[in-house]
């Protein structure tokens, strides 16, 4: 075993059966160190929205680079890439007047928002107003804030109080969150932070009537709404390029990443509404937010994104991806005529989980599933994540739902 520490791992397990080398990938494909493919289920960390190989990707970032790679975008220093970006984002989203601050990452984007809405209360003068809630199955990020705020408990433990003033409710549950408000204190809640279909935590898609009824929740109490669009937005949801848009959430604030450069360089952002930013931005009232990150827009990554955008509209990738959604709730329906799935979740976006009956099982199964060429991990308790490049055609999706059930049928 060599010196890579690997992220979420059991690392006496992978020492002992070794790693899955991967070394080059051409749209929904993969291919290990002996050119052996694989069928790419999960777009990487569900981020290869353009699919994997594009040329013209690497040289975005080589033609900036070449220029200049990066500088600081602090105070009042800016690259006109990462203006353009920020343009582009704000015309994109689904919000009124937006502005975008860029981060590195998704877990970048989710402490940012976290101390975005707590600050933005102080300026309103209201600094009791630091209560974050968030959901079970919650996947927020790694950092600080978003590990406090996770709804798997795994994820939070061994690490003592992380954050105060953090809650989760249940997952489905509106008038939990009411009750929750009520309980704290509707002028102690700063934030509810959602993710609008849960992914890592399992990919659940919203319950009907859910995401309008806790969006009312929070304009009723004046408490911001987070939509979290690290895995939704620019795009996996299918036919919008967010899933504000598509579930209609006018939300506070949009963290985001993955998707925004499908994953070619690292990048996040946090979009948020006007009427949000704009004790921020008032000419003369002195305040001068002290957050941000050395790659806080790094032009490389900004060029990448701004040519990723541009091949999700030039091969019209959001339709695509919503007629990826269709496949998939077709072909992966017939699963749940095998014993050992218990059900599949699917029908929002390029997103759905095969959920074992057998929990337990769903290790196995990943590996019989590298025997069948096709490569995905384990979300949730027990479920296998789907959520391929938009570019997946209705054959592969085919191949893809026989390479599960010949799978599963090896693990009886
Ligand atoms: N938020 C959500 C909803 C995510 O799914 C993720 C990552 O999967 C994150 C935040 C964290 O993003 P990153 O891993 O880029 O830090």
Same mark, same amino acid.
């Given at each position: 075993?060599?010196?890579?520490?690997?992220?979420?791992?059991?690392?006496?397990?992978?020492?002992?059966?070794?790693?899955?080398?991967?070394?080059?990938?051409?749209?929904?494909?993969?291919?290990?160190?002996?050119?052996?493919?694989?069928?790419?289920?999960?777009?990487?960390?569900?981020?290869?929205?353009?699919?994997?190989?594009?040329?013209?990707?690497?040289?975005?970032?080589?033609?900036?680079?070449?220029?200049?790679?990066?500088?600081?975008?602090?105070?009042?220093?800016?690259?006109?890439?990462?203006?353009?970006?920020?343009?582009?984002? =704000?015309?994109?989203?689904?919000?009124?007047?937006?502005?975008?601050?860029?981060?590195?990452?998704?877990?970048?984007?989710?402490?940012? =928002?976290?101390?975005?809405?707590?600050?933005?209360?102080?300026?309103?003068? *209201?600094? *009791?107003?630091?209560?974050?809630?968030?959901?079970?199955? =919650?996947?927020?990020?790694?950092?600080?804030?978003?590990?406090?705020?996770?709804?798997?408990?795994?994820?939070?433990?061994?690490?003592?109080?992380?954050?105060?003033?953090?809650?989760?409710?249940?997952?489905?549950?509106?008038?939990?969150?009411?009750?929750?408000?009520?309980?704290?204190?509707?002028?102690?809640?700063?934030?509810?932070?959602?993710?609008?279909?849960?992914?890592?935590?399992?990919?659940?898609?919203?319950?009907?009537?859910?995401?309008?009824?806790?969006?009312?929740?929070?304009?009723?109490?004046?408490?911001?709404?987070?939509?979290?669009?690290?895995?939704?937005?620019?795009?996996?949801?299918?036919?919008?390029?967010?899933?504000?848009?598509?579930?209609?959430?006018?939300?506070?604030?949009?963290?985001?990443?993955?998707?925004?450069?499908?994953?070619?360089?690292?990048?996040?952002?946090?979009?948020?509404?006007?009427?949000?930013?704009?004790?921020?931005?008032?000419?003369?009232?002195?305040?001068?937010?002290?957050?941000?990150?050395?790659?806080?827009?790094?032009?490389?990554?900004?060029?990448?994104?701004?040519?990723?955008?541009?091949?999700?509209?030039?091969?019209?990738?959001?339709?695509?991806?919503?007629?990826?959604?269709?496949?998939?709730?077709?072909?992966?329906?017939?699963?749940?005529?095998?014993?050992?799935?218990?059900?599949?979740?699917?029908?929002?976006?390029?997103?759905?989980?095969?959920?074992?009956?057998?929990?337990?099982?769903?290790?196995?199964?990943?590996?019989?599933?590298?025997? *069948?060429?096709?490569?995905?991990?384990?979300?949730?308790?027990?479920?296998? *994540?789907?959520?391929?490049?938009?570019?997946?055609?209705?054959?592969?999706?085919?191949?893809? =739902?026989?390479?599960?059930?010949?799978?599963?049928?090896?693990?009886?």
């Amino acid at each position: 075993m060599g010196a890579f520490w690997h992220p979420f791992a059991d690392m006496g397990e992978v020492s002992e059966s070794g790693e899955f080398v991967l070394h080059r990938g051409d749209g929904v494909w993969v291919f290990d160190e002996n050119d052996r493919r694989y069928l790419d289920a999960t777009a990487g960390l569900w981020f290869a929205n353009v699919g994997h190989g594009r040329r013209e990707l690497a040289e975005a970032a080589a033609e900036q680079m070449k220029k200049l790679a990066a500088y600081s975008s602090f105070g009042d220093f800016a690259v006109r890439t990462t203006l353009d970006l920020a343009e582009r984002v =704000a015309s994109l989203a689904p919000l009124a007047g937006a502005k975008v601050f860029f981060t590195s990452g998704g877990s970048d984007s989710v402490d940012t =928002a976290a101390k975005l809405a707590r600050r933005y209360w102080h300026e309103l003068g *209201q600094p *009791q107003r630091t209560v974050l809630v968030s959901r079970t199955n =919650a996947y927020h990020g790694m950092h600080v804030a978003g590990t406090a705020m996770a709804g798997i408990p795994g994820n939070r433990e061994g690490y003592g109080e992380l954050m105060p003033d953090t809650a989760v409710v249940s997952r489905d549950s509106a008038e939990e969150l009411r009750a929750t408000i009520e309980r704290i204190g509707p002028d102690r809640v700063a934030a509810f932070f959602c993710e609008p279909v849960i992914g890592a935590g399992g990919v659940y898609p919203p319950a009907e009537g859910y995401l309008t009824e806790v969006r009312r929740i929070c304009r009723e109490y004046g408490v911001l709404f987070v939509a979290d669009e690290v895995v939704t937005g620019f795009g996996r949801i299918g036919g919008d390029w967010f899933a504000s848009g598509r579930y209609n959430l006018d939300p506070d604030l949009i963290t985001c990443a993955k998707g925004i450069t499908s994953g070619y360089l690292p990048l996040g952002a946090v979009i948020a509404a006007g009427r949000v930013a704009e004790p921020f931005f008032r000419p003369g009232a002195g305040v001068w937010w002290r957050h941000g990150y050395t790659y806080s827009g790094h032009p490389a990554a900004a060029a990448v994104a701004l040519r990723n955008l541009d091949i999700l509209e030039r091969e019209h990738l959001l339709t695509e991806s919503k007629r990826l959604e269709s496949t998939l709730v077709r072909e992966l329906a017939r699963l749940t005529e095998h014993s050992l799935v218990a059900e599949v979740r699917a029908g929002a976006g390029a997103l759905a989980a095969v959920q074992l009956t057998e929990p337990t099982l769903a290790p196995n199964l990943v590996k019989a599933l590298r025997k *069948q060429a096709v490569s995905t991990r384990v979300v949730g308790a027990g479920a296998i *994540q789907i959520s391929p490049a938009f570019v997946m055609s209705d054959d592969e999706a085919r191949l893809l =739902a026989d390479g599960i059930w010949a799978a599963l049928t090896d693990l009886r």
